[in-house]
T-cell receptor
């Protein structure tokens, strides 16, 4: 079985400050991990993914995520938040040896204040 | 690459009516997925096609739901005898690549928002 948890429903950060959106996962084997962003009334946009190799993954719009196997986490980060980063962020996991269908978290609403 | 498109973007219907949604995937993608998303939740998997073959269906997909991908290109999702609980955003995604190697990334369309009155 595979599952993902996003422990924060909402994250508030001031513009220009670093941001972190948390994600933890559970899989039987090794994970493939994904982050997506969703703006109001839109579909999900792919940001980045971890397959293997370097634990720090860089993605679109200046976002990056760090894979931590011991903590089973894949937190999304950005050094300096923009007001335009305000959106819903979804973490997803797929078990490398299991299902080809990812499981998505419930999402975290990121609000960046001017 | 024009991305995944979905039509209509919004649909309002009365309970008991049938509705059909269309998804056009990225042209070179051989896999197509349907998801349902309700407020405050992430996408929930409904069904999956590889080319024209429907390979997996979620238990969420009741008998009132049917999906097709007749020529391995666009797909349709039909809901018969709609219920108020069917109100949701219906998302389509497509992908290609080797899923076992993790190169199979899903790209989503803008979604169809269904409201059942």
């Amino acid at each position: 079985a595979q599952s993902v948890a996003q422990p924060e429903d909402q994250v508030n950060v001031a513009e220009g400050n670093p941001l972190t959106v948390k994600c933890t996962y559970s899989v039987s084997g090794n994970p493939y991990l994904f982050w997506y962003v969703q703006y109001p009334n839109r579909g999900l946009q792919f940001l980045l993914k971890y397959i293997t190799g370097d634990n720090l993954v860089k993605g679109s719009y200046g976002f990056e995520a760090e894979f931590n196997k011991s903590q089973t986490s894949f937190h999304l980060k950005k050094p300096s938040a923009l007001v335009s980063d305000s959106a819903l962020y979804f973490c997803a996991v797929r078990d490398k040896g299991g299902s080809y269908i990812p499981t998505f978290g419930r999402g975290t609403s990121l609000i960046v204040h001017p | 690459d024009t991305g995944v498109s979905q039509d209509p973007r919004h649909k309002i219907t009365k309970r008991g009516q049938n509705v059909t949604f269309r998804c056009d995937p990225i042209s070179e993608h051989n896999r197509l997925y349907w998801y349902r998303q309700t407020l405050g939740q992430g996408p929930e998997f409904l069904t999956y096609f590889q080319n024209e073959a429907q390979l997996e269906k979620s238990r969420l997909l009741s008998d009132r739901f049917s999906a097709e991908r007749p020529k391995g290109s666009f797909s349709t999702l039909e809901i018969q005898r709609t219920e108020q609980g069917d109100s949701a955003m219906y998302l389509c995604a497509s992908s290609s690549g080797q899923w076992r190697e993790g190169t199979d990334t899903q790209y989503f369309g803008p979604g169809t928002r269904l409201t059942v009155l």
